[in-house]
C-alpha cells in the first residue's frame, strides 16, 4: 500500500483537494492507511492473498449464479453445456462390463502440498462419473432442465492410491441396482488410460435418489430413462459384484 500510494499519490492529490471534508494528503496519511493496511494483511504472502482474492471472486461468482443475476446467469448457462459436453451416446457403449465414464488429467490446483490429488477431487472425480452416467441413460442437461433429477443419498469412498499433478486417470462404472426410484453405482478411478489399463487409486459407491426439483421429494423416473436404466442394471446383473461393494468405513478386509 505504501508504495501504491508513493507511486500513485501525486496523481490522487488535485482530485483529492475537490471532495469535502477529507485530511490532507501528505506523509502522515500515508503512514497512517499503510500501517493499516500492513496491520490487516501485511502478515500475508502474496500467494495466500492472491488465494484470498480468487476465494472471493469465486464466491462473488457463485452468490450470482445462486441469484441467477449478471455474471452468475452466464456461468449457470456455461456450466450447464458443460455438464454433455463428451457424452458418449448409450448405443455405442457396450454395457455387457464396466463402462468407461470419464477420462482426464489431473489439474495442478487438484493437488496439495505433496503435490498429490487432495481428498476432496478424488469424490469430484466419482462425482463427475456419475453425472456421465446420468446422460447415458437420458438424465441430460435437458432432462435436469425439465425438472428431474437423481440427488446422492449416500457415499462410500476408499482411498487406495496416489496419483500426482498432470497424470491421467479414467473411470469404470458399474450398475449394481437400478429400479424404481433408486440407482446404486460403483466406480473404480485408475491410473493411466483405459486402453492400456493402470493402477487401481480408488473405489466409490453412490446411492441416488430420483426426485423432482419442484417438490424436492423422491418420485419415478420418466419412462424412458427407466427404461435404460434398468435395461443396463439388468445387463450388469450378470457381473460379479465388485470387491469391496457394501463396505462400511473401518470393516476388516
Known sequence: MRHFMAQFGPCLTWPWTKLMDVPEFNDELVDLIAGQSDEQSGHLS????????????????????????????????????????????????????????????????????????????????????????????????????????????????????????????????????????????????YHGNAKEGGRLLATGEHMLIHVSLKTRSACEPAPQVKEKLEHFAGLHAALPMPEGAGRAVGQPK
Open 46 to 189: 502474496i500467494r495466500e492473498l492472491e488465494r484470498k482474492r480468487d476465494d472471493n471472486l469465486v464466491g462473488i461468482m457463485q452468490a450470482l449464479k445462486q441469484n441467477d443475476w449478471g455474471a452468475g446467469k452466464v456461468l449457470a448457462a456455461y456450466e450447464s453445456k458443460l455438464f454433455d459436453i463428451g457424452a458418449r451416446k448409450s448405443e455405442e457403449i457396450d454395457f455387457s462390463g464396466p463402462v468407461r465414464t470419464t477420462e482426464r488429467q489431473i489439474p495442478p490446483d487438484w493437488t496439495d502440498y505433496n503435490n498429490h490429488m487432495n481428498e476432496a477431487r478424488y469424490l469430484q472425480c466419482f462425482g463427475d462419473a456419475t453425472d456421465a452416467f446420468m446422460r447415458m441413460v437420458g438424465a441430460d442437461a435437458d432432462y435436469i432442465a425439465s425438472g428431474l433429477s437423481f440427488f446422492t443419498a449416500e457415499t462410500h469412498i476408499r482411498h487406495i492410491d496416489e496419483v500426482k499433478s498432470m497424470e491421467p486417470v479414467y473411470t469404470l462404472t458399474q450398475v449394481i441396482e437400478g429400479k424404481g426410484k433408486r440407482m446404486r453405482l460403483f466406480h473404480w478411478l
